[in-house]
């Protein structure tokens, strides 16, 4: 495996990571509104914060306690 295989590898496994714990992922959000919906503006990070934190709140009986 070349190191930029290894460096992707590792930013997948972080990724991964932060889904897990529920930290939010800007710079991909950023990435997806730019390739999949041309012509939108993306969410500042503090809106993308805020939207992600008010989804997760706000459907009871998803959480585990």
Do not use: N
Not at 3 to 15: C, H, K, N, P, T
Not at 43 to 65: I, K, M, N, V, W
């Amino acid at each position: 495996m070349t190191l930029e295989g290894v460096r992707a590898s590792i930013r997948r496994a972080a990724q991964v990571v932060r889904r897990v714990v529920g930290v939010p992922d800007y710079d991909t959000y950023v990435a997806h509104v730019q390739a999949c919906h041309p012509g939108t503006v993306p969410l500042t990070q503090q809106e993308f914060e805020r939207a992600r934190l008010e989804d997760r709140y706000s459907r009871p009986g998803q959480r585990c306690c």
